[in-house]
């Protein structure tokens, strides 16, 4: 079965410094791989998908970037983070043949301070 | 520009109660809709809608799409204190787009006992 891990669960940061948000998938191949910020429990923004290693998309002028070094590994990175940033941030796969439905991290909750 | 629309963005109501919540949608390429319930952390998969009027149900939950109107409806009967989560609903891209979801605001439900 697959599974999603995605790490770490809770971040506190002051402003300026790198972050870096990890996620793996394991149990399937070349899935699409998508980061997602939340705010206030709301709504999910998309932040970058991926079909492939090394291609990435995105989708709104931010301060975070995102690599996919590995077929089942998406990294989210900021070099300086803001005050901004602060967030509920959930990475989520899907099958690229299949009809959309997205499979959910457990998320990770920056606070830049 | 693609968007997804969801109403109410909040609901109060007590347990025994039957709610419609609603997400209207324009996208292009557009393949299938999705509804999420979410609760802390990770969204759940609720239903995924690709035909008009053809319904899904779940228990006490029950979705419709209509591809004409480009609407979808979740409705909870009987509604219990464990349905107060937050709904997201979602579009799915035909898959040549990359898979690139597009979500509403959610709706905030909470049953009061």
């Known amino acids: 079965s697959q599974t999603i891990h995605q790490w770490p669960a809770t971040l506190v940061q002051p402003v300026g410094s790198p972050l870096s948000l990890e996620c793996t998938v394991e149990?399937?191949?070349?899935?699409?791989l998508y980061w997602y910020r939340q705010a206030a429990g709301r709504g999910l923004q998309l932040l970058f998908y991926s079909v492939g290693i090394g291609q990435i998309s995105s989708e709104v002028p931010q301060n975070l970037s995102a690599s996919r070094p590995q077929d089942r590994q998406f990294i989210l990175s900021s070099k300086k983070l803001l005050l901004s940033d602060s967030g509920f941030y959930l990475c989520a796969w899907s099958v690229p043949s299949d009809t959309g439905e997205l499979f959910f991290g457990e998320g990770s909750r920056l606070t830049v301070l | 520009e693609d968007k997804v629309v969801q109403s109410p963005l909040s609901l109060v109501v007590h347990e025994g109660d039957t709610v419609t919540l609603n997400c209207s949608y324009e996208?292009?390429?557009?393949?299938?809709l999705l509804w999420y319930k979410q609760e802390k952390k990770a969204p759940t998969f609720l239903f995924m809608l690709?035909?008009?009027?053809i319904e899904k149900k779940s228990g006490r939950l029950s979705s419709i799409l209509d591809k004409k109107e480009l609407f979808s409806i979740l409705n909870i009967t009987a509604t219990q204190t464990g349905d107060s989560a937050v709904y997201l609903c979602?579009?799915?891209?035909?898959?040549?787009?990359?898979?690139?979801?597009?979500f509403g605001q959610g709706t905030e439900l909470s049953v009061k006992p």
């Open positions: 149990g399937t191949s070349n899935p699409n």
């Open positions: 979602t579009t799915a891209p035909i898959r040549e787009q990359g898979g690139k979801l597009i």
């Open positions: 996208v292009t390429n557009f393949r299938s």
């Open positions: 690709t035909s008009s009027g």
